[in-house]
């Protein structure tokens, strides 16, 4: 057996002990948590609070690399390609005191891949978890799967003993308005335990006494009260004052303001996240349009039009204040399979898509509904407003629909929505994530924020066939292929690369991470 063995990047020997001064850190950004159940809403605020809680095999430093968290080695089988093996921590807790092991991990990862679970794409090609040993489990898979690991950084693990006893073995069906005991609650390993949660209001965690890093990380931060404040003008003067100690979405018309305010500083990175528009595609009519028994949208002609008439170098200059980066594709460019020339090939110009407009049978437009959070992303609804000029300028006339994110996603899960933005990021690394997602037809194992109902059968078989391909030079090639089709569809379109801007005081020590989901074991207080 041949294991690739990690080291975790903050070395031991640099390491503070724990508990060496009582700090409390007041976090807030726009939104909550949309629940505490680790598998149902596979959403950035979601699992940058379950982080804190609970922990994965894997997991992604603050510099994006992978390093151990709960198993402490991992490789393919050398038997059997098909296998992936991996050996757990051994001596780990749950904050109720019982014992992590083998059985705590076949039980989270065969949850996760249940109907419910917003994380089953990411377990797809699994066709087996086995406990083949107190602190070792096998994953096999459906061929051999080079990138197996990587998709477990945001796959939590519960204590299946807890999940029993508190009727949470079924993931909690999000999309249909119920609410469980696991939604609520919470009884993780990680560094960090829930104290009390008032959803959309206050979440307290205090340190866990007992974490098996206590001697690997800093662990300055003992105590975390989560405060969401979707006012932006709100947000700003709670950090301005001292209320709060570190926000993660500081307006971009507020950046100079904090970063020149004593004691307070932005920190800016690039995130692994794009912003994009999704448009229903497949349906022979639509209800949210002014055109009786036809779908314009279903025109790829149309679909061109509309990203044609987006001028994104508006939007950076004047609704993001030069913190965003145009794109043409819906992959960041931290991603395997994202290249140049597919991100620069977005383009305005209005002339030529009212042509197409006109070629389509739309030369007098038609009228249709944006669905958009205002919550969610920075400047989610100013983006929106500003694109809803846009569409104007080719006769397409938008009615501007934006809510909170608890209620804007479950219009894409429920496909009660024909028109609406969305964000991705891709804690994978590679497309094969964004495929599964939202390009793959919308199924039992896949496609479940693919909202646009593009499917294409073929295109389908190529994308499921990624997760065998261990020729890597091949893989990229079948990769840029499934590309080349989503971008001639135009399946969505794409706005732009998020910026981060991170504002803390100044004694807060921390980088910037791209996934923007801060784990404050690593955080230090000056």
């Known amino acids: 057996m041949k294991f690739k063995a990690m080291m975790l990047a903050t070395a031991a020997a640099a390491a503070m002990p724990m508990l060496a001064q009582a700090e409390t850190l007041h976090w807030a950004r726009a939104g909550d948590a949309l629940t505490l159940d680790p598998h149902a809403q596979n959403e950035g605020p979601t699992s940058a609070l379950a982080h804190q809680i609970m922990e994965t095999l894997v997991m992604r430093d603050h510099s994006g690399a992978m390093v151990p968290s709960l198993a402490t080695e991992w490789g393919p089988s050398a038997d059997n390609p098909n296998v992936w093996v991996f050996k757990l921590r051994e001596g780990v807790t749950f904050h109720d005191g019982a014992k992590f092991d083998s059985e705590d991990v076949k039980f989270s990862l065969d949850r996760a891949m249940t ?167 497949a349906a022979e009519d639509i209800v949210n349009d002014d055109v009786d028994g036809i779908n314009p949208m279903s025109d790829v002609l149309v679909r061109k039009a509309m990203s044609m008439a987006i001028d994104r170098n508006a939007i950076m200059k004047v609704v993001m204040r030069g913190q965003s980066a145009p794109a043409g594709m819906i992959a960041p460019p931290f991603v395997n399979g994202w290249n140049t020339e597919m991100d620069g090939s977005s383009s305005t110009d209005v002339e030529k898509a009212k042509a197409l407009m006109a070629e389509a049978g739309y030369a007098d437009g038609f009228g249709i509904t944006l669905n958009c959070p205002n919550d969610r992303y920075v400047n989610d609804e100013k983006i929106c407003q500003a694109a809803v000029g846009m569409l104007a ?120 991470e791209p996934e923007d989901s801060p784990k404050f074991k690593y955080f230090t207080m000056k």
Do not use: C
């Open 115 to 281: 109907e419910d679970s917003d994380y089953k794409e990411l377990l797809a090609s699994v066709k087996e978890v086995r406990a083949t040993g107190e602190y070792e489990i096998e994953i096999e898979t459906n061929g051999p799967n080079p990138i197996m690991a990587n998709n477990l950084t945001n796959m939590f693990i519960l204590d299946k003993g807890w999940a029993e006893a508190n009727n949470a073995v079924k993931v909690q069906d999000y999309e249909g308005g119920e609410n469980t005991f696991a939604a609520k609650n919470a009884n993780g390993t990680g560094a960090y335990k829930l104290v009390s949660r008032e959803p959309d209001v206050k979440t307290v965690l205090a340190i866990n006494e007992n974490y098996w890093g206590k001697d690997e990380f800093p662990l300055e931060v003992t105590e975390i009260v989560y405060t969401p404040i979707q006012n932006a003008a709100t947000r700003v003067a709670a950090l301005l004052s001292g209320e709060v100690d570190f926000i993660q979405d500081v307006p971009v018309q507020d950046l100079s303001r904090v970063d020149s305010t004593d004691g307070l500083e932005v920190r800016t990175a690039p995130q692994n996240r794009v912003i994009f528009f999704g448009m229903n595609q």
């Open 393 to 512: 300028k080719i006769g397409v006339k938008v009615n501007l629909d934006a809510k909170p994110k608890a209620q804007h996603f479950p219009l894409l899960s429920n496909l009660e929505t024909d028109f609406y933005m969305l964000g991705w990021g891709v804690p994978t690394y590679d497309s094969e994530y964004i495929f599964n997602f939202l390009a793959h037809s919308k199924g039992e194992k896949y496609g479940s924020w693919n909202a646009t109902r593009f499917g294409n059968a073929d295109l389908d078989v190529k994308i499921e066939a990624l997760a065998g391909e261990t020729d890597l030079e091949k893989r990229n090639g079948m990769i840029n292929d499934i590309w080349q089709v989503v971008q001639d569809e135009q399946v969505y379109i794409p706005i732009h690369h998020q910026v981060l801007n991170w504002g803390m005081k100044t004694n807060v020590g921390t980088v910037v």
